[in-house]
């Protein structure tokens, strides 16, 4: 039995958004066993929430956007992914603008700050989703395929003809590997592509301070790479954040090539649109009942001794 994790203490990070190109900020805060990971827009009237949830993604371009009531919020699966690789099931992730902060296109500056405060174990087991048939999915030339496992796993693989990046693969294993070792790696995208998003009045914020940006052959960052697998590492963090929006720890192995957020929308659709996919095991149910019922024999048998 796993316990539910959660934050020791609130902690804030100030950074622009990658859209906006605005300066926001975004407090993250404990929050009680089962309730989640849930996103306030404090700078909206009322502070809507709008929960980590796959059911509120109303936006897979560029970025993961959820939406709830008509309001929304962008860039959620950088923190989700860093929330995921500290083992956090529930926690407020306040918000005074649009979008997320890019902070360095990584989940670096998010895993620190969970780091600095420290995570929790809280009094209650963590339920999951048991993978019980294979899962598939293909659209164009990007595929999933999901399979029963005893943990979480993510295999990705990414291939672009480009001399930069080529055909790049790696193994996620929860538990196994260091996440220390994935959230750093930052986001790409390519110079003409940036060109026309700014254009188009996106992509304000976007610099060479939050993303590896690429020519038609090299990485234009001064400082180059920070890993030499740096695309196909932020491939699985993109994953990690995304498949937080389960709503639920995922125990299966996944397999994913040319991903990206619509795919991993579409495949938490095509899992939970089947109830013979997978299995919810909620083990606190069971341990209390387990344990009522070895009181009820402790409480039966003192009366015996008697
Ligand atoms: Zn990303």
Redesign the pocket.
């Known amino acids: 039995m796993i316990l539910q994790r959660t934050l020791k203490n609130k902690v804030s990070l100030q950074g622009i958004g990658v859209h906006s190109g605005k300066s926001s900020r975004v407090t993250l805060r404990p929050a009680q066993p089962n309730r989640g990971v849930l996103f306030v827009r404090t700078d909206l009237p009322g502070a809507p929430e709008i929960a980590a949830h796959y059911k509120n993604i109303v936006n897979t371009q560029l ?1 993961t956007t959820l939406g709830y009531g008509g309001v929304t919020l962008s860039t959620v ?2 923190v989700l992914a860093a929330l995921q690789g500290c083992g956090v099931d529930n926690a407020i992730i306040e918000v005074d603008g649009p979008e997320v902060p890019i902070m360095d296109g990584s989940s670096g500056a998010f895993w620190e700050a969970i780091q600095s405060v420290g995570v929790e174990s809280q009094l209650q087991a963590r339920p999951y989703l048991a993978l019980r048939k294979k899962v598939e999915l293909k659209i164009g030339e990007k595929w999933a395929l999901v399979e029963p496992s005893s943990h979480l796993e993510i295999h990705g693989s990414i291939e672009w003809d480009h001399p930069s990046i080529g055909y790049q693969e790696f193994h996620y294993q929860e538990g196994k590997t260091e996440f220390k070792d994935l959230a750093w790696a930052r ?1 790409f995208g390519f110079l003409r592509d940036v060109e026309i998003l700014k254009k188009m009045g996106l992509a304000r914020g976007g610099s060479l301070e939050n993303a590896v940006v690429l020519d038609h052959a090299l990485v234009l960052n001064p400082d180059g790479l920070r890993f030499p697998d740096e695309f196909v590492k ?1 491939k699985i ?2 994953a990690l954040g995304d498949f937080k929006l389960a709503g639920i720890s995922i125990q299966a192995y996944i397999r994913l090539h040319r991903g990206g957020h619509d795919l991993h929308s579409q495949l938490l659709t095509e899992i939970f649109k089947d109830p013979d996919n997978f299995e919810i095991i909620d083990v606190s149910e069971r341990e209390e009942k387990r344990f009522l019922g070895m009181h009820a024999a402790l409480v039966r048998g003192f009366v015996a001794s008697f």
């Open positions: 970025a699966e950088h986001t932020h963090l993109d």
